[in-house]
T-cell receptor
């Protein structure tokens, strides 16, 4: 079984300041981990993914995340927030290929607000 | 097409009505997923197709929910006798292969049952 916990339902930062969105996961095997972003009335867009290669993963729009197995964490960061970053962010864990399905398990989401 | 396309984008149904939601995956994508996203929640898995075969339907909440992908491309999610608790965004996603590929999501079909 696998699960994801996003520790903050809402995060508010000022434009130009760092962003930290926290995620902890639980998995009985080596997981693949993802961050997706969802803007209002838009589809989910993949920001970045970890698939057992480098533990520091760089994504689009200046975001990055670090996989820490000892802490079972996969926190999302960005050095400097932009107004356009305001959206809902989902941490996602995927199980191993089962031959039949590769389900994604989503966290409950973190709403990021960027203040001018 | 360039991305995953879903229709209708918005649907209001009266309680007890049947609805059908359509998904056009990215051309050539083998895998197709349906997810349900309730207001304020993360998406939850409903069902998975590999080509025309429905290999996992463990997430379908009741026997009122039915999905098909008869020719291995377009998929339809059907909900019979809709209930208010069915109100949600229904997301379709596809990926190129069976495993290990990036999953691309459509913009969703917003269903409101009144």
């Amino acid at each position: 079984a696998q699960s994801v916990t996003q520790l903050d339902s809402h995060v508010s930062v000022s434009e130009g300041t760092p962003v930290l969105l926290r995620c902890n996961y639980s998995s009985s095997y080596s997981p693949s981990l993802f961050w997706y972003v969802q803007h209002p009335n838009k589809g989910l867009q993949l920001l970045l993914k970890y698939t057992s290669a480098a533990t520091l993963v760089k994504g689009i729009n200046g975001f990055e995340a670090e996989f820490k197995k000892s802490e079972t964490s996969f926190h999302l960061t960005k050095p400097s927030a932009h107004m356009s970053d305001a959206a809902e962010y989902f941490c996602v864990v995927s199980g191993p290929s089962s031959g039949s399905a590769r389900q994604l398990t989503f966290g409950s989401g973190t709403q990021l607000t960027v203040l001018p | 097409g360039a991305g995953v396309s879903q229709s209708p984008r918005y649907k209001v149904a009266k309680r007890g009505q049947d609805v059908a939601l359509r998904c056009d995956p990215i051309s050539g994508h083998v895998s197709l997923f349906w997810y349900q996203q309730a207001l304020g929640q993360g998406p939850e898995f409903l069902t998975y197709f590999q080509n025309e075969a429905q290999l996992d339907k463990s997430g379908l909440p009741s026997d009122r929910f039915f999905a098909e992908r008869p020719e291995g491309s377009v998929s339809t999610l059907k909900i019979q006798r809709t209930q208010q608790e069915d109100s949600a965004v229904y997301l379709c996603a596809s990926s190129l292969g069976a495993n290990g590929n990036t999953i691309y999501f459509g913009e969703g079909s917003w269903l409101t049952v009144v």
